[in-house]
């Protein structure tokens, strides 16, 4: 799905359809990560964990993202 870049005072952002938000349980005021995969030339942008995840290692969290994001075409192959 192809998106334009606009202008939200001095940022910019992307405007996110309704479906994709539903899908991920997101609406306006959500709190989100955003990173960038420099190597793939990815921005990457996924619901932040909620601020009372106790016992989470946001370190640890970031490793699994990484290492399913590396993976992905062979986890993908495994789970059929």
């Known amino acids: ?5 606009c202008a939200i005072g001095n ?14 349980h997101l609406a306006v005021g959500s709190d989100v990560e955003i990173s960038l995969d420099e190597r793939s030339r990815r921005i990457i942008l996924e619901p932040a964990m ?9 370190d640890f969290v970031g490793q699994v993202n990484d290492f ?7 986890l993908k192959k495994l789970a059929e």
């Open 11 to 24: 940022s910019r952002g992307v405007s996110l359809p309704p479906e994709i938000l539903d899908k991920l």
């Open 50 to 58: 909620p601020a009372d995840a106790e016992g989470i290692d946001a």
């Open 68 to 74: 399913i994001e590396q993976y992905r075409p062979a």
């Open 1 to 5: 799905m192809r998106r334009k870049i």
